[in-house]
């Protein structure tokens, strides 16, 4: 009897599934579990998840903050609650994200990430199975290499180019998140071609990462997302992880078409891959050189803080 695509695929990488319905977690049975802002923003619109937000509402109710910093405690309070309900259906990690709008700033960062851990700990969850989830700007990446030193795991997310997964490497991140759908999305919407497979520059990114971290020896795992079709998956079997939506995860599971590992760090050591210099000035002058990571960068940024803003609405006229 043949297995399915994604039976065959947790062979060789690990599965996340990229959502916060509880219901499609429990069905693919994966090893982790990411969230957004975005996610989550789509998680409290249903009925049977809005419960979580209201219990965030009402334990503050009484609070001595107020406006803004009332909003941003209940938003902390519910990415808080989501995750610990995630952390009873997988036995791995879940990604939990600090706010968009820090990640321009590194002590911000550092504080809410610190906070948001905190928060996890006084519930008695172990920080090792936390990942906390930040933009892959210099300020993000500089953020998680102190809160690594803390024995604070982070997942670098927003990435869309080589200068921010080396930078991340260097600074001794625990784990990346390059986007393999959105840079699809770039390159199709300029050139108006369609990609498939191998041929995907989304797909070619994460294998030049994941090539280059191999070659070199760094311990920074490599987990692929933002995903358009099962093709992207076939293409990066063998990635250290990969993050799927619910859809994509029941169309492998449908498949029994062969899946067989592209992916491995024995290829990697044996290829020829120059060292790529990642100071401040190198980095900030090689994303500013690439359009397409430039752009989706910026894009991403912007919708996960349009999305907290529009939970900060949800939240004022709910209080």
Not at 125 to 144: F, P, Y
Not at 226 to 246: H, K, M, Y
Not at 300 to 305: M, P, Q, T, V
Request: glycine share 6%; net charge neutral; hydrophobic share 40%.
């Amino acid at each position: 009897m043949s297995v399915n695509q994604l039976e065959a695929l947790k062979q060789f990488t690990t599965v996340v599934a990229d959502t916060g319905n509880f219901e499609d977690i429990k069905k693919f049975s994966p090893q982790d579990a990411t969230t957004n802002p975005s996610l989550i923003l789509k998680a409290v619109l249903k009925p049977e998840y809005r419960t979580l937000l209201d219990k965030a509402i009402a334990d503050n109710k009484g609070s001595s903050l107020s406006g803004g910093a009332l909003y941003k405690k209940v938003i902390d309070d519910t990415l808080i609650l989501f995750g610990r309900e995630i952390l009873k259906i997988v036995p791995g990690r879940v990604s939990t994200e600090v706010d968009a709008r820090l990640s321009f700033d590194t002590e911000g960062t550092l504080e809410k990430a610190r906070y948001l851990i905190g928060l996890y700990e006084k519930a008695g969850v172990d920080r090792q199975r936390i990942l906390i989830k930040i933009a892959s700007t210099w300020e993000g990446i500089r953020a998680a290499e102190v809160l690594q030193k803390e024995k604070i795991n982070c997942n670098l997310t927003l990435m869309f180019s080589m200068p921010q997964a080396v930078a991340c490497a260097e600074a001794g991140i625990r784990l990346i998140s390059p986007f393999v759908g959105r840079i699809y999305d770039y390159y199709k919407a300029t050139t108006g071609k369609e990609y498939t497979g191998l041929e995907d520059p989304g797909v070619q990114s994460v294998h030049s990462i994941y090539n280059y971290f191999k070659k070199y020896g760094f311990e920074t795992q490599v987990m692929g997302a933002s995903f358009r079709n099962t093709g992207e998956i076939v293409a990066l079997a063998g990635c250290d992880l990969l993050t799927i939506s619910p859809d994509i995860l029941e169309k492998l599971e449908a498949s029994t078409e062969p899946l067989t590992r592209v992916l491995s760090p024995e290829k990697a050591k044996s290829m020829e891959i120059e060292k790529i210099p990642v100071d401040e000035k190198s980095f900030r002058w090689l994303l500013n050189q690439d359009a397409m990571a430039t752009d989706k960068l910026a894009e991403g940024i912007r919708k996960f803080g349009e999305d907290i803003v529009k939970l900060e609405g949800i939240i004022a006229q709910a209080s």
